[in-house]
């Protein structure tokens, strides 16, 4: 009886590679584009983010002096945080500096007293920088207070808190988030927020402002 012989490892793969052959090179194309995709998007990135930093250097003097309307909507050849945001925000695709400008629009609708439009975009606003993200949720709950939605507003300042890394905007959004419990009659909530910021935050002025707030409504309670 004929011994039977093993094929070597190369002329396995030989073989592999020629039945293969056509999804093999179908996968390495595919690779190549993938790979060639991610550097041009890339680039791309980094040209979007150089453009939209230029654009937004231009309206920060006219948020420096309160022209809230000009920035927004822009002048002339000078975008406005408006366009800005359009073209440079997003959560998947934007730039920092797009990203930025989205949080400024919302700040510049907000000045302008046009809560519901700051509300809006404060609730888009995507930006990874914790403090900012918490600054964008605490916009959100500044709208609602001045809508007297003080509920919704507590809510927001309250996320605004846990999103914060700084201790010091920790406390001021849950001294925020108590007062508001404190304009719409909660005053249960809001005393024991104001006691939480006492405890955790002793020093603070969020913690002085709580203490000061809770003399005030403790005869009430």
Known sequence: ?????????EEN???YAI??????IAILVVLISL?????????????????????LSRIAPLLDVGEYTVAINGKGHVAGLKKIAEEYAGKYTGTPSGNM???LLANAYYSNREYDR????????????????AAALAGAGDCYF?????????????????KADNSALKAQYLTNAAKSFQESKQLAKASELYTKIIADYPGSTGAAVAQRSLWQISGNL
């Open 13 to 15: 793969f030989l073989y």
């Open 146 to 162: 001045n809508k007297n939605q003080f509920t919704q507003a507590a809510e927001s300042y309250q996320e605004a808190s846990k």
């Open 101 to 103: 400008a989205n949080l």
């Open 118 to 133: 700051a509300l809006g975009v404060f609730k888009s606003v995507s930006i990874a920088n914790n403090d900012l993200a």
């Open 35 to 55: 790979g060639a995709g991610t550097f041009f998007w890339v680039r791309q990135q980094k040209a979007n983010e150089l453009e939209a930093a230029l654009q």
């Open 19 to 24: 039945k293969y052959k056509t999804a093999l």
């Open 1 to 9: 009886m004929e011994q039977s012989v093993k094929p070597s490892t």
